[in-house]
T-cell receptor, first 114, second 111 residues
């Protein structure tokens, strides 16, 4: 089936540890995005990538890092520099072409810092 | 990117039509208007997209006045399963689209 796979679905981390969230897609989409969502809040953009080997910071990139070595993969690392990492993380893709389109989202990864 | 303003929450009853209005006063000429639906602990799902006048699909209708400074998502005959958060987005996809989600409108449908 075509889609976006995020893993793990739930993750617990101790303070001071780095963790990496996986996002894999087989939709052949060019653009990929990472969002963070806190309880009762909207989505905030962390990083986005429009093409392989290129990515840009979103509104809340501090304490996060990404890579885009393959079209299918856009992993997000939550570093120890992120002061309040407990949140719901969503990966999304889009074709990134043309004037219209839609974002396709994965099921999300819920990170809890103990 | 155009900023959007939506009501924080709305209540409705099953079988009623629900209209959610989004204000986007500084919408640019090339911007499209897109609405998403999100259930708890899930990613948002695309509902509808439009540029001007009216767009209708099997799920909803989108009304956009001539000045495009606002838009209204219309959900006909809502059911309990339509209880969700609805987001209005405005932007131009050409050359890549840095999407900005606001807080959305929390719709609660009662029996």
């Amino acid at each position: 089936d075509g889609g976006i796979t995020q893993s793990p679905k739930y993750l617990f981390r101790k303070e001071g540890q780095n963790v990496t969230l996986s996002c894999e897609q087989n939709l052949n989409h060019d653009a990929m995005y990472w969002y963070r969502q806190d309880p009762g809040q909207g989505l905030r953009l962390i990083y986005y990538s429009q093409i392989v080997n290129d990515f840009q910071k979103g509104d809340i990139a501090e304490g996060y890092s990404v890579s885009r070595e393959k079209k299918e993969s856009f992993p997000l690392t939550v570093t120890s520099a992120q002061k309040n990492p407990t949140a719901f993380y969503l990966c999304a893709t889009t074709t990134g072409q043309g004037r219209t389109g839609e974002l396709f989202f994965g099921e999300g990864s819920r990170l809890t810092v103990l | 990117l155009a900023k959007t303003t939506q009501p924080i929450s709305m209540d409705s009853y099953e079988g009623q039509e629900v209209n959610i209005t989004c204000s986007h006063n500084n919408i640019a000429t090339n911007d499209y208007i897109t609405w998403y639906q999100q259930f708890p602990s899930q990613g948002p799902r695309f509902i509808i997209q439009g540029y001007k006048t009216k767009v209708t699909n099997e799920v909803a209708s989108l009304f956009i006045p001539a000045d495009r400074k606002s838009s209204t998502l219309s959900l006909p005959r809502v059911s309990l399963s339509d209880t969700a958060v609805y987001y209005c987005l405005v932007g131009d996809w050409a050359g890549g689209f840095k999407t900005i989600f606001g807080a959305g409108t929390r719709l609660f449908v009662k029996a």
